[in-house]
């Protein structure tokens, strides 16, 4: 369990639940599930004791279910938010029982899908505490725990050309709920991370599909990520839906007058909007790969139509050609006592000339009319 005091631009991280909120500032209680478990009882006390209120049953049991979809729900004091992440697991990491994809165990597909991890990761956004409730060793909330440390340095270490725009960016939170925001965000573009190694993996199988000298064998490997993909874009949809419906429940609170306070409140609806463009992104490169492994398998199966009826083609014409032969060579089998040629010595190398001819003539047709051209010309 990890404690971050935030006031104003500094942040404390100690390991010790805090007794009281700062004076100007909040806390983001960060922890494992198996320690949120664990410690039920002292987090609901010091919650209480922090905001006055403690967790709803039922919001305990989502935040404890590890199998549990993106969603959004609210009460009165708190807003909810169960967020499946998209990261990427080592492969000396042990996979999940239900990682949300369908590639339990040791199945076939690329590499990069069945290291993808999906665990669900719940936030509760009090007024001025943050309570996020992570799987085991969740890189998601080290990275980012790093990333809000790194963003206290001072400000003379910082170089002298940096973006005054993008420094908000990069700074500190200023309220729970903006916390809250750009760990999402961050584990949204953790899965934009792996779109070059997805991508180049789709791709070689499509290469395999298309060449004529290949024999594709890997079919229980592409139809395993074809599935997972489906699954990665069902997932993506549960979360577009539960990011959309804390953005719409921005527009029912209670705002002060100041400016400060309208500010915050515009810029919490900004990041909102841009994580659901994240997860739109992710999306439309989910469905892209989709559409382009589909494409490769219809072409791949219409390129071995194709030859299939290329050769059908070269046996048809190599058929047609020995038909006049072979009609040639019937008459003459025949059991007749007179026949034209049969008691000649000179009949037989006629007849044989006769069949070449016909067979050389036949054959240079068909070859004109490309009815013998060379399969995958």
């Known amino acids: 369990m990890r404690v971050f005091t935030v006031t104003g631009t500094q942040v404390e991280a100690g390991l010790a639940l805090p007794q009281a909120l700062p004076e100007n500032g909040y806390v983001w209680i960060a922890c494992s599930r198996e320690q949120f478990q664990a410690q039920l009882a002292l987090v609901q006390k010091t919650l209480e004791q922090l905001t006055g209120q403690t967790l709803v049953d039922l919001h305990v049991s989502d935040l404890l279910n590890a199998q549990l979809p993106s969603r959004f729900d609210y009460s009165s004091h708190y807003d909810l938010m169960v967020f499946r992440r998209l990261a990427q697991r080592s ?16 199945r076939p597909g690329p590499p990069v899908l069945r290291r993808i991890d999906t665990s669900p990761v719940g936030f509760a956004v009090f007024d001025r505490v943050l309570l996020s409730v992570h799987p085991a060793d969740c890189a998601v909330r080290e990275a980012y ?6 963003s206290t340095q001072p400000e003379a270490q910082a170089p002298e050309y940096a973006d005054l725009r993008s420094a908000g960016a ?6 729970p709920a903006d916390m809250m925001l750009r760990i999402v965000s961050q584990m949204v573009d953790s899965y934009l991370d792996l779109r070059r190694e997805l991508s180049r993996q789709l791709d070689h199988w499509q290469a395999e599909l298309l060449n004529p000298r290949t024999r594709f064998n890997r079919w229980d490997a592409l139809l395993q990520a074809r599935m997972a993909l489906h699954h990665l874009e069902a997932l993506c949809d549960d ?3 539960a990011v959309q419906a804390w953005t719409d429940s921005l527009d029912n609170w209670g705002i002060g007058k100041d400016s400060a306070a309208l500010s915050e409140h515009e810029l919490l609806k900004i990041r909102s909007r841009d994580v659901l463009e994240h997860i739109e992104r992710v999306v439309q490169h ?10 490769a398998v219809q072409m791949h199966f219409n390129v071995q139509s194709n030859r299939t009826n290329d050769i059908m083609r070269t046996l048809t014409a ?3 050609i020995f038909l006049p032969l072979n009609l040639i060579a019937a008459v003459f089998g ?11 010595a000179s009949g037989f190398w006629w007849t044989l000339g006769g069949m070449g001819l016909v067979a050389t003539s036949m054959g240079l047709v068909f070859w004109r009319k490309r009815y013998l051209a060379r399969t995958g010309d």
């Open 91 to 106: 492969d000396s990491a042990p996979a999940n029982a239900a990682n949300g994809l369908g590639l339990q165990g040791k």
């Open 145 to 150: 725990a790093a990333r809000l440390l790194a």
């Open 170 to 175: 990069r700074g500190v939170p200023s309220n």
């Open 239 to 241: 979360q577009r839906t």
């Open 286 to 295: 989910v469905r892209r790969l989709e559409h382009n492994t589909e494409t």
């Open 318 to 320: 190599l058929t047609a």
């Open 334 to 344: 025949m059991n007749f006592e007179f026949m034209p040629w049969l008691h000649q």
